[in-house]
């Protein structure tokens, strides 16, 4: 069974740092592409990040460019966030979510919760 | 960058059908997933490459893609599927590819 567990989350101030984790089981971690996906409060799906298998290439929402880096650590199957200069903006639930058959997102964590917030 | 329309709500009676719509531009030519996501709960996959189904998800859920619409198609409606429902794309023309619609409500009467 694929399980996704994410850990990081807390309250931040404005233009802090935080790091996200995706601890991944029950699948090939290094053979699937990986990806960030955010809800802010009572607001759609929005894209964040995604990292290819290998960890060579990376994608990144215009909103969050040069602030957030996605990477990965394939030999201990887990997924990163690191997330700076935060922003109000930022607050939501961040998911890592696994990509399957190429461009869909079959499996997802359960989330974790970003707060930024003075 | 790609924008995907949906209507932010949708009605509908037990055991009718509902459809929800994502407009894009020359959407056919993309690939559409759409997402289940109920409060409280992560989003799961129900419908991936315009109309196939994963293993788990009842046949009740149907896709189809025409010109500038993807539609998602619920027969039979049961107050468990009450939801919200993303649509999807792969933008690849886009160094940020991934885009989702902005989500409807679907509400069984």
């Known amino acids: 069974e694929v399980q996704l567990l994410e850990s990081g989350g807390d309250l931040v101030q404005p233009g802090g740092s935080l790091r996200l984790s995706c601890v991944a089981s029950?699948?090939?971690?290094?053979?699937?592409?990986m990806n960030w996906v955010r809800q802010a409060p009572g607001k759609g799906l929005e894209w964040v990040s995604g990292i290819n298998a290998g960890g060579g290439n990376t994608f990144y929402a215009d909103s969050v460019k040069g602030r957030f880096t996605i990477s990965r650590d394939n030999s201990k199957n887990i997924l990163y966030l690191q997330m700076n200069s935060l922003r109000d903006e930022d607050t939501a639930i961040y998911y890592c979510?696994?990509?399957?058959?190429?461009?869909?997102?079959?499996?997802w964590g359960q989330g974790v919760l970003v707060t930024v917030s003075s | 960058s790609y924008v995907l329309t949906q209507p932010p709500s949708v009605s509908v009676a037990p055991g009718k059908t509902a459809r929800i719509t994502c407009g894009g531009n020359n959407i056919r030519t993309k690939s559409v997933h759409w997402y289940q996501q109920k409060p409280g709960q992560a989003p799961v996959l129900v419908i991936y490459?315009?109309?196939d189904r994963p293993s788990g998800i009842p046949e009740r859920f149907s896709g189809s893609n025409s010109e500038n619409t993807a539609t998602l198609t619920l027969s039979w409606v049961e107050a468990g599927d009450e939801a919200d429902y993303y649509c999807q794309v792969w933008d690849s023309s886009s160094d940020h590819p991934v885009v989702f619609g902005g989500g409807t409500k679907l509400t069984v009467l």
């Open positions: 979510a696994k990509e399957g058959r190429p461009q869909t997102f079959d499996s």
């Open positions: 029950g699948f090939s971690f290094s053979r699937n592409a």
């Open positions: 490459y315009d109309s």
